[in-house]
């Protein structure tokens, strides 16, 4: 973030936009993005060459920035502001947010002075942290600013002179030796926290994906990288020695330096001391970020000048990560200032379409990971905006499978419709009054074995009573025919640990207890009784229609007959 705070999205238009639209949802042979509520506890968010991975699955994310939380949240009557947010963007399919772990002297400050908190804007911290769990939200936690804002390194540099420390100016910050240790203090008591609400430290808390080491670094007086990179080196072994359990990134704009001469090419026409190749294959660093607000860097430029440098400043980063670092990749920020002369809502929704859509064409071969869009606010908090609502919401793009088609679910938001990209086709439907949504109904682990199989009851509930809100009609699928979620290769395994006879998955079809899983798997979802609305799923009008499985296959029987005996026996 720059000291200009630029668009966000209040709860109340994303609430709306949820109430006129079609809401459509497809299930994927893949991987299914927001299933992070239904892990175990002590899961962390990792990284496999140039993708990430969760629970043993490549992880894909929607993300959002709301820097605001830890300060909200000090006013215990404000924090429902972080809990509204949290709702919302869970609601509406994002998975990872990003926030502030800092606040440097000045008012309502985390850090009053060196080594010195204050324990009512920790447990403000802890709140959020908390409310993140709660809604199944990843979090990606930034250690310091680049700027004034909030302390930052001005306030560290500051801290010295008071000490009587000679500095010069806000860039002794990377090489002075106490302002270092001032860094690292915050460093130690950031991770070594005990949550007070959730009793667990926040070095081992699977609800931070990853710690950023400072916001949008920069330093004027060495436009090389040198500095910069000698900082990240020092400081992310320290990060490491403290916590590894979590990723770790710098919080890099992604400008280029020395290290490479012809890459700097890329920048907007100037450099900021950074040099994104050397910093970001630092060892300690798990992932590189970018981010993309061609309407600051180039604003006198015209649109198609700044689309042409978007087009470059994305394809040029995504081939460093592919093949230089050999590290994911994330668009951590981006947006469009409504401070910038020639907003408009289109050239809006112009500068989104564009950016995912070139982010669509350079993520078939993976490395670009996620994105964030700036930023989420709940209404009334106009002093943490730059002007009237933005109302646009993006997800992340698709990945492919072998065969070419997406695997991963791509919506947009807009103020009348929702595309929706899944394998072949492409959806776009207007504002109707009655909705429908297709979801699974399937979360088998392979720890869970019947009679005692795991039912994720509660989440459950939760998306009945939603759809409910919403008046969203829902199609139900009881279990896959895939291995993802467990699927028809688990129900054999099942049966094989229990020394019956099968042979293979499409036993799944005719062996009869199998079947008998089934039948119980069954039994247990329809006259389930949701705790929220305290109705049984069987009597809920909610609901659509039950889908028995999703995609049956049978290599056995190509004719069919297998399959059609089975279902009119599961069913009776």
Partial sequence: MT????????????????????????????????MITSSPPGSFVQTRGTEFEFNGSSFLFNGFNSYWMMNVAVDPTQRYKVSNVFHEASAAGLTVGRTWAFSDGGDQALQVSPGVYNENVFQALDFVVAEAEKYGIKLILSLVNNYNDFGGRAQYVEWAKNASVAVSNDDDFYTNPVIKDYYKNHVRSVLTRMNTITRTAYQDEATIMAWELINEPRCQVDYSGKTLTAWVEEMS???????????????????????????????????????????????????????????????DESEEVQEGFMQKWMTSHWEDSERTLKKPLVLSEFGKSKKDKRYSINARDSYMNFVYSSMNNLAENGTFSGAMVWQLLDEGMDSYDDGPPTTMLVRSPPRHNAAGWPIDLHLSFTVLSVSSQYHRSVVTVPSVPHRSVHVTLYTIRLYCAPPKTLYIYLALD???AEARKYEVKLILSLVNNYKDFGGRPQYVEWAQNA????????????????????RNHVMKVLTRVNTITGIAYKDDPTIFAWELINEPRCNIDYSGNTINVSTIISTN
């Fill in 3 to 34: 000291s200009i705070i630029r668009s966000y999205l209040p709860s109340s238009v994303v609430s709306s936009l949820l109430g006129v639209v079609i809401f459509v949802t497809l299930i994927c042979e893949a991987r299914v993005l927001t």
């Fill in 237 to 299: 072994a320290y990060v490491k020695s403290i916590d590894n359990n979590h990723l770790l990134e710098v919080g890099m704009e992604g400008f280029y330096g020395d290290s490479i001469p012809d890459r700097k090419q890329y920048n907007p026409g100037f450099q900021v001391g950074t040099d994104f190749i050397t910093s970001n294959l630092i060892k300690d660093i798990d992932f590189a970020t970018i981010h993309a607000y061609p309407d600051n860097w180039l604003g």
């Fill in 499 to 518: 020394s019956v006879a099968v042979t293979n998955d499409d036993d799944f079809y005719t062996n009869p207890i199998i079947k008998g899983y089934y």
């Fill in 462 to 464: 939760f998306v009945v």
